[in-house]
């Protein structure tokens, strides 16, 4: 039913810095709808990824994409089975978010979530904020979401009961994590149970060349405090990437070369969540220690994954 995550809805009180950090730093096409108010950021040829909004207080809206328009009332009948009241988008919602038709409702968690159809490609190419690469994006959707949440056991039942995900993954340590897909990106969401209740951990979106995430790490060098996470790459997605605090203090996560998987997917129990490096500097110190002692296990075990690219657009210049 659901085939990607197609874009996400932003509320903050720090807008400004939000949009310094989108075009500056990430590299993302800023493009503002009401001065002071709202801005969508665009990846590719759709009109919006990001949609940033002033507001009193943060927020992360995800909205996912059904492929036709039929599949919006099923979509909206099984969350209503389910016990998930949902309430149709406004005109007014509808047009900042570039979509023809979308409702919304809440998770277990209280995060609103957006089902759409038909986000309307832009008139104009996209543009990005700094000379990158592009992002990788497409029938993948824009990337992943990893949350936090209170409700463990209910928001695995709404996604893969009711919203059709399927699983990719889980870990049991240092917390219980699934991740899902529901297409051949490995997973478009991570829910943990992390025993700090709910809140947003990360949303990764995927560069299409390696150096734009070397660029990406050395601009976040000169301010070292909104660096998250280091440079690694994680054992079950095989993305390399870093954390980058953005000014709500949640982060995105800037990666390259994710994996994609097919029909014949087997899941797994991790024996780690990185293969190298990863180094999570919010953790608690003895937090910090197990992670190493993992790190250093998986070293010793000598495992290591391919790197498959798809989409290295510097091979294509030279
Ligand atoms: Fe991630």
Redesign the pocket.
Known sequence: MINAMSYVVVQTPYLAQWLDMAGSHIGLQVECMQPDACARLRMDEKVQRLLVCAADSMALTMGYEVPAAADLPRVQQALEAAGYPTTAGTEEEKRLRGVIDFFHFRDPDGNRIEVAWNLQSAATPFQPGRPIGGFRTGELGIG?V?LMTAHFERMCHLYKEVLGFRVSDRASAPFKVEFLHVNPRH?TI?IADTGTGAGI??L?LEYNDFDDVGRAYDMALEKPECIGVTLGR?IN?H?T?FYLKNPDGWMF?L?WAGRTIGPDWQVEELPGMSLWGHDRTWLPPEKRAEARRILRRLADSGLRAPVVTHTQTAKAKQ
């Open positions: 992943h990893a997973h991570g951990y990360h990764m994680h997605d993305v990437s996560e990666g």
